[in-house]
């Protein structure tokens, strides 16, 4: 391992005796230099194997220590015996006009960069000095820097780091930035370690990768530098480090599996896993990362949205609604295209068959394929003038198909236009728990209300279940069960309870789910509780406590009420 310490220096005080800075006591890590001139006898002394000081300086700041009279060599050498250590300089202009204020970030950029360089000797300009190997890490100390100097280093730090990413750089030189806090009165300079500060932007600018784009590369090489960082932090939790490098492989699963549409896995495994790995970390992140733990906690929140036990489930469609509006903020549009016409046949699918019969992706494949096309062509022969979600299956074929085929027709969309219709289609999926009972929701538990709403679902509305006359025949069972579903459509349900009549049930239940509408009953338990009372009777009071929501199994009623076949204009 071997160490490159860039160490600006200038002229110090002309009016003190040399060398012209007074003596401190400097300390940084577990190294205390005492009574010293020069902050770099601290910084030698605590870097680890062979070290490259590398002094930035003017020309005349190199020949105020590096001329006959070695005044750095006097005053330091002494306290640096037995170092391996080798001296350099990179002579700079002073920063009076735009082209020498480039010429120093240039410099800057060079000498915080992982490549083997070749650098002056002090003493002889004209005297080339090659380093035998890239530095292990870099140190760049501040602490004397000048006006703009210590702006310009942190500028070029992060460019140097952006530029190592876009190469896709391995295991780049590990990077310090350093400041030692002079008291005039003690005489003491502590060492700053203001790496953790300018982190904070490349912590940023990941999750921003990650969060506004889908991309990973960065947050994963980001958290893998900070593992081999804070390994010789003292007081840290040797537990938690290592599994920064876990989250980033997971923060690259997540992305991958964004990108490749693999939303089997992203939903019931990779987005629970870093949801959990984001919750483990946040105390480490929320001391070494302060300023992004608000934002480690929205990506937190963000992944436990994406997570379910199954696909194609109540839980699943909250699921897939999430990751569709995730693929519009992410301008993932061949993705949304295609989520959004795989999500209505999982709505079909659950409408269609018994829930224990719903098979999920990636299980007995063959079978899966089987029923999966038979859900398939069955939502595709309602037609776009079915009612429901065979019209809004219909509507979205022209823009998923010019989508998904790249424009490939007689006739493509302009991308403006596609963008917009797909926004339009995930904005109006339905999203309403339809209380279509006599029991309104406003009475119901918090636990009943939540469960409703973890079926895919937003929003509570309620509708009246009507009325039927006992005199009532069939035929007028059918035209209140018509007027019934039409209102009932309105809502624009995703979810119903469906509970009243038994025959007026059993044709809503039928309509709805021919509608692309889930319907479900309430399960309850009833709790009795008896009071003796004062007279030496006893009350028995009952009390109804909600259990689960039952889904109906499929109805397919001859008489059940259809809804005229009318064309559907596209959009």
């Known amino acids: 391992m071997t160490t490159r310490i860039v160490s600006f220096l200038g002229i110090g005080n002309k009016s003190r005796p ?8 400097y300390s940084l890590d577990q190294v205390t230099a005492r009574k010293v001139c020069f902050n770099e006898v601290a910084t030698v002394r605590a870097a680890a194997g062979p070290v490259t000081l590398v002094f930035v300086g003017t020309k005349e700041a190199r020949l105020t220590f590096f001329d006959a009279r070695r005044l750095f060599e006097k005053h330091a050498g002494p306290h640096l015996e037995g170092m391996e250590l080798r001296l350099a300089f990179r002579e700079i202009a002073a920063g009076n006009s735009s082209e020498e204020l ?3 970030f240039n410099a800057l950029t060079e000498l915080l960069s992982g490549d083997a360089l070749t650098l002056s000797d002090p003493y002889d300009p004209n005297k080339p000095l090659v380093e035998s190997a890239s530095p292990s890490d870099i140190w760049l100390d501040v602490t004397r820097g000048w006006r703009n100097q210590p702006f310009f280093a942190a500028s070029a730090v ?3 780091r952006a530029q190592e990413r876009r190469e896709k750089r391995e295991a780049p030189p590990a990077r310090r930035i350093l400041y030692a806090a002079y008291d005039l009165e003690t005489k003491e300079a502590p060492f700053r370690d203001l790496t953790a500060f300018l982190e904070a932007a490349d912590w940023n600018r990941a999750l921003d990768g990650l969060m506004r784009f889908g991309r990973a590369d960065d947050l994963e090489a980001l958290l893998a530098e900070r593992e081999r960082g804070l390994r010789a932090v003292p007081g840290v939790d040797h537990k938690l480090v290592p599994k920064l490098k876990h989250l980033g492989s997971l923060a690259r699963s997540f992305a991958d599996a964004l990108a490749t549409g693999r ?15 984001l919750s483990d970390l946040e105390p480490l992140l929320a001391v070494h990362a302060p300023p992004v733990a608000p934002q480690v906690a929205q990506l937190r929140d963000w992944a436990q949205r994406l997570s379910a036990e199954t696909v194609i489930s109540g839980e699943g469609l909250s699921a897939t609604l999430e990751l569709l509006e995730l693929y519009g903020q992410l301008e993932r549009y061949a993705e949304q295209a295609a989520l959004l016409r795989e999500r209505m046949i999982d709505e079909w699918t659950l409408c269609q068959l018994p829930h224990d019969a719903v098979l999920q992706p990636g299980s007995r494949v063959a079978k899966f394929n089987e029923q999966r096309h038979r859900m398939d062509a069955g939502l595709g022969r309602l037609g776009s003038g079915a009612p429901g979600i065979g019209r809004r299956f219909q509507n979205t074929v022209q823009v998923r198909n010019d989508v998904e085929h790249c424009g490939y027709n007689h006739d493509p969309l302009d991308a403006q236009k596609a963008r917009k219709q797909l926004k339009s289609h995930v904005e109006g999926l339905p999203t309403v728990f339809l209380n279509l009972s006599n029991h309104p929701s406003a009475g119901w538990s918090d636990e009943q209300r939540h469960a409703a709403l973890a079926l895919g679902c937003r929003s509570l509305e309620d509708l009246p279940f009507p009325g039927v006359p006992p005199e009532a025949d069939e035929a007028e069972l059918a035209t209140l069960a018509a007027a019934t579903l039409e209102a009932a459509m309105e809502h624009k349900p995703a979810a119903a309870m469906v509970a009243g009549e038994p025959g007026l049930v059993a044709l809503l239940v039928a309509g709805l789910q021919a509608r692309g509408v889930r319907c479900y009953t309430a399960t309850t338990r009833r709790e009795a509780v008896e009071a003796l009372q004062a007279d030496g009777t006893v009350r028995k009071t009952s009390t109804f406590r909600f259990v689960r929501w039952r889904a109906y199994p499929p109805i397919t009623l001859a008489q059940a009420p259809a809804a005229p076949q009318e064309d559907a204009p596209r959009e």
Do not use: C, H, K
């Open 263 to 277: 939303v089997q896995p992203l939903l019931t495994s990779i987005a629970p896993a870093f949801a959990r790995s």
């Open 102 to 104: 480039w010429t120093l």
């Open 18 to 25: 040399e060398p012209y800075y007074d003596e401190a006591t």
């Open 158 to 160: 992060t460019f140097v």
